[in-house]
């Protein structure tokens, strides 16, 4: 198969959008005096803001950008990734880890997570809704994301290779979305027993 090699371009951005790098690290120390205190409020805060935006980045992702970009030309898609890919790289893992250890702690201080709740089961399907999701987001959607960039940062990308791991990304994000869903309906379950 011929590769799409693409004229050299001037990598002008930045992998790790490093301006970010001060809210990310503020994020997290919120998030550790969260857990750490045990505070009610500031748990499902960070697990319900983490959960509602991983979930709407998720759908809008793969039903909505998924589709524009598919039918985008590449170079047109590689100019839309040097802006778009080194924000996800920092945006989802920290709303995954928001989630995760908000929703974690928050079962532990509300004894979600004891077999004799009566919460415990949705508890239980969540968790493995979510590790799957988890699994999806750090294990694929990261790892294209990065792919992508070090492409883009290439003297010569190649527009197929970019191509072939945005639409992982892209289909990946659509998996997580519908996943997304499920988790919807068990949260509001949990939030109605």
């Known amino acids: 198969m011929a590769h799409t090699q693409v004229a050299p371009t001037k990598s002008d951005f930045k992998i790790v959008p490093t301006a970010a790098l001060p809210a990310v690290a503020i994020v997290f120390i919120c998030l550790i005096v969260a857990v750490a205190t045990n505070r009610l409020w500031a748990l499902d805060f ?44 920092l945006l989802m893992p920290t709303l995954v880890i928001m989630t995760l250890a908000g929703g974690w702690q928050l079962a532990r201080h509300e004894g979600f997570i004891l077999s004799s709740d009566k919460h415990h089961s949705w508890v239980v399907a969540s968790m493995i809704v979510v590790g799957a999701m988890a699994i999806v987001a750090l294990g694929f959607l990261e790892p294209a994301n990065i792919g992508v960039l070090f492409e883009l940062k290439k003297e010569h990308p190649n527009g197929e290779v970019i191509g072939r791991l945005m639409k992982r990304f892209l289909y990946t994000a659509g998996l997580t979305g519908a996943m997304q869903v499920a988790t919807l309906i068990i949260m509001t379950r949990i939030a109605t027993l």
């Open 46 to 89: 960070f697990h319900v803001v983490g959960g509602g935006l991983w979930t709407a980045i998720d759908l809008f992702l793969g039903f909505v950008i998924g589709p524009i970009i598919g039918n985008m030309s590449i170079p047109a898609r590689m100019e839309f990734s040097k802006k778009f890919m080194p924000k996800m790289l």
